[in-house]
């Protein structure tokens, strides 16, 4: 083991990191499980997040005796001008209005540009007739003057990669925000409710690992590529780019004390094929070890300490504020 390996007194006292690449469809929801050994880390399993209920109940269990963070590749906290508009404090005091029926609008996405407001500001159900759907359509019933502004700040492009979609407009390849809006219902909400810690609403890192419990984290595999060695040459959506990448995780991922177990490793030694969840699964490992990096002290927390981010906004772990593009004037 080299001097990366596990450092005598971790960074923070988590024991158990798993990481969820989260979708609208039960296929796309992988999770990837870690836990502390006496040697460093094991990932010991990567699997569908399969039933809700029974996923939170796992999570709430490893909990009672252990702090437990779970990273979720999914959208946590909304762009801080929005609350100006909705008329909502920040995200905590959002977590209860969206328990009442005055809000339950909220979930629903819109089809047409009328039913856009504060209070149901996702749009579009679907792309429509050629022409019919437009990002105006959505910025004017916002009040956001382009596109770009509906960006939240960690949403901006960076000096590495572009810009990621905002959570609002959901049509096209990359948008996120049916299954932010799907992860929010039902995983954050009830999870929230049974007493989950939910960075950085509830504190910085330090603050939430410091008892056993849950934490949730907003990850973005897209950014935790750059931390790790060897993606410059990755293509993820081909599966021998990916098994060609991962043995040269594992080399490193062992180099630093953590050790994919042997029946994970027969199953996605071949790159994650169709039977294993194809790069889905695959960003779930990716954010495992992502956040390894960052429990063990190896990539900072990088949590500005603004009033926008800690309460309203959120922010991507790990990401460097120093690495975003300046907007434009």
């Known amino acids: 083991m080299t001097s990366q390996a ?9 024991t158990h ?5 989260w979708s609208m469809s039960g296929k796309g929801r992988w999770v990837a499980k870690a836990k502390r050994s006496q040697t460093g880390w094991q990932i010991y399993a990567i699997e569908p997040v399969g039933m809700l209920h029974q996923f939170r109940q796992s999570l709430g269990d490893h909990a009672q005796d252990h702090s437990i963070w779970l990273g979720l590749d999914m959208p ?13 404090k920040d995200f905590k005091t959002l977590l209860s209005l969206l328990e009442t029926p005055e809000w339950q609008n909220f979930f629903a996405v819109c089809q047409q540009p009328d039913e856009i407001h504060h209070h149901r500001p996702f749009y579009p159900n679907s792309s429509g007739a050629k022409g019919s759907v437009k990002r105006s359509h959505l910025t004017k019933a916002l009040g956001v003057s382009s596109f770009d502004a509906l960006h939240r700040r960690c949403e901006c492009p960076t000096h590495t990669r572009n810009a990621a979609c905002p959570s609002f407009w959901t049509l096209g390849a990359n948008q996120v925000g049916k299954g932010m809006l799907h992860g929010l219902k039902h995983l954050v909400l009830p999870g929230y409710a049974d007493g989950f810690h939910i960075w950085p609403f509830s504190g910085d890192l330090e603050t939430c690992t410091k008892s056993p419990g849950v934490t949730l984290i907003e990850t973005y595999p897209g950014e935790i590529y750059g931390w790790l060695d060897g993606t410059s040459e990755l293509t993820k959506s ?5 098994q060609e990448y991962l043995h040269k995780l594992r080399d490193d991922a ?4 953590i050790e994919i ?5 027969d199953d996605i030694k071949d790159g994650f094929g169709p039977d ?6 695959f960003d779930a490992l990716i954010g495992v ?18 009033p926008d981010i800690l309460e309203r906004e959120g922010w991507i772990v790990g990401l460097d504020p120093a690495d975003i593009k300046p907007r434009k004037p």
């Open 6 to 14: 596990l450092s005598q007194t971790p960074k923070y006292p988590v």
């Open 17 to 21: 990191i798993w990481h969820a690449d």
């Open 76 to 88: 946590i906290g909304f762009l801080d001008r929005w609350y100006d508009g909705a008329n909502v």
């Open 238 to 242: 081909n599966q021998d780019s990916r």
């Open 254 to 257: 062992r180099a630093k004390g």
């Open 261 to 265: 177990v042997a029946a994970v490793w």
């Open 276 to 281: 294993h969840g194809k790069d889905d699964a």
């Open 289 to 306: 070890m992502g956040l390894i990096e960052i429990a063990e002290g190896r990539r900072p927390e990088h949590l500005p300490k603004t």
